[in-house]
């Protein structure tokens, strides 16, 4: 049942962790299944060893279709980002190090130093804490994330949701990546994108007219 998602959901978690953007027991990832249930990795698994038989499967309003495995502590959080964003079709959350030490902070993580990071990721969204696996973050994160694509909750982790599975998890390495430049360019002087630069990359992206 659901095959081939339940791979796509196995396959992107272990390149997750191979690529140090999350630990072993950290993180979760889903995407919709073609008939509009979500396919998502299970609680209390190891995620470099993710297989089909580890990803639940769970409908919108929250039953699951796989009732031998213990799905993961934050599906409501998935689901209530699903419910809002139709258009969205996957989301990856993780610990990336870097990026996860600005949930940390009161500083922004700046997505404006390249190109490629704001085209893709846009900016920002801080997120409000509240504990893992709770209705209250749930209901924060949906809610935060309505108009974002990529968000930092406080004191916890990163969450990225994208049009496809490939989407959300690109948007993870390059948040990690702009965390470093951020850091980066705290001790050396460096130009940013321009207020012009970054209404053309809005335009390139699809965000505006």
């Known amino acids: 049942m659901y095959e081939k998602e339940r791979e796509q959901v196995a396959g992107f978690m272990r ?3 191979r690529q140090f953007l999350t630990t072993t027991s950290g993180g979760n990832i889903s995407c ?14 190891d995620k470099a060893e993710q297989s089909p038989e580890t990803v639940g499967i769970v409908t919108l309003d929250g039953k699951s279709l ?9 599906t409501a959080l998935h689901l209530g980002i699903y419910a809002r ?3 969205v079709q996957a989301i990856v959350h993780a610990h990336p190090v870097t990026a996860t030490f600005f949930c940390c902070t009161e500083e922004k993580l700046d997505t404006h130093l390249t190109a490629e990071a704001y085209a893709m990721a846009g900016d920002v969204i801080k997120i409000p804490y509240a504990i893992m696996g709770s209705t209250e973050l749930a209901e924060l994160v949906a809610q935060y994330m309505t108009n974002y694509n990529c968000g930092l909750m406080e004191n916890h982790g990163v969450i990225t949701v994208g ?5 959300a998890f690109d948007r993870m390495e390059l948040l990690e990546n702009a965390a470093k430049q951020t850091l980066m360019a705290r001790s050396i002087v460096c130009r ?3 207020e012009e630069q970054l209404k053309e990359l809005d335009r390139f992206a699809g965000r505006v007219k």
Do not use: V
């Open 32 to 45: 919709r299944t073609a008939d509009g249930n979500i396919a998502i990795t299970a609680s209390q698994s």
């Open 85 to 87: 964003r139709p258009d």
């Open 15 to 17: 390149r997750l962790y």
């Open 163 to 167: 049009k496809s599975l490939l989407n």
């Open 66 to 74: 796989t009732p031998d495995l213990k799905l993961s502590i934050e």
């Open 192 to 194: 940013r994108l321009s």
